[in-house]
């Protein structure tokens, strides 16, 4: 009995030793804060934030990009220290080229998207396709007369991506806008044109009848299909 008792008692001090032991591998020592501590420390890590924010918006996010921040950080540090593997002119070239192909990848797939979204829209209940492509939808039909594409009118609308990102809104600004038909893109020029004064129309607008294979402002994309929630207001004398 005094032997089992014995054993039990070496078997059940060696588990807590055990736990003990992996407790302790389990749980590193905390790494050590960091600090600022001069305004030149300061002023070195505003410069990194800055820098990788306009990085960020600029090409990261915009393009997609799938980029190791360490690889960034140390192309800085070997720059710096004078032992890049590249120099400027070799990065801007490589840069270049490859932004080239990426762009030319994000169009095509953009144009894809898009042509799969108008073919299923085409036939829901409501909508119309004109001999252009251009589809819209009448959400309620004025009762004023129709624009011609030499007048200036008054509009409200709100412009969206076909995922649904609004990318403009003069009704979120609270203030209509004024322009010429024969100032805006051709989808917008044909569109309006259909729209007795009074009228709210949806545009489904192909890039063809958009902004084509030019990028607009920071959301919309070469090649992209646009949506619209237009209400024309007046044709201004």
Not at 30 to 43: G, H, I, K, W
Request: charged letters at 20%.
């Amino acid at each position: 009995m005094k032997k089992y008792f014995v054993l039990i008692l070496i078997f059940s001090t060696g588990l807590t030793g055990y736990a003990q032991k992996n407790k302790k591998k389990s749980t590193p020592p905390a790494p050590p804060v960091f600090a600022l501590q001069t305004a030149e420390d300061s002023l070195a890590y505003a410069i990194g934030v800055l820098n990788f924010h306009s990085l960020n918006e600029d090409l990261i996010k915009k393009f997609s990009l799938d980029v190791q921040i360490e690889i960034i950080t140390k192309g800085m540090t070997d720059l710096s220290k004078d032992t890049a593997l590249f120099d400027a002119q070799q990065a801007n070239e490589f840069l270049g080229i490859y932004m080239m192909k990426k762009e030319a990848q994000l169009a095509e797939a953009e144009k894809g998207s898009g042509k799969k979204f108008l073919e299923e829209n085409k036939v829901k209940p409501g909508v119309t396709v004109t001999q252009s492509g251009l589809q819209y939808e009448i959400v309620h039909m004025g009762s004023g007369v129709r624009p011609l594409a030499t007048d200036r009118v008054k509009v409200h609308y709100t412009g969206y991506l076909i995922d649904g990102t609004v990318f403009d809104s003069s009704v979120e600004r609270g203030e209509p806008v004024v322009f010429g038909l024969n100032q805006v893109i051709p989808g917008w020029t044909e569109g309006l044109q259909l729209m007795p004064v009074g009228s709210k129309f949806k545009f489904y607008i192909p890039s063809e009848l958009g902004y084509g294979a030019r990028a607009a402002g920071t959301l919309i994309k070469p090649n992209s299909t646009l949506v619209f929630d237009v209400e024309l207001i007046s044709i201004e004398q």
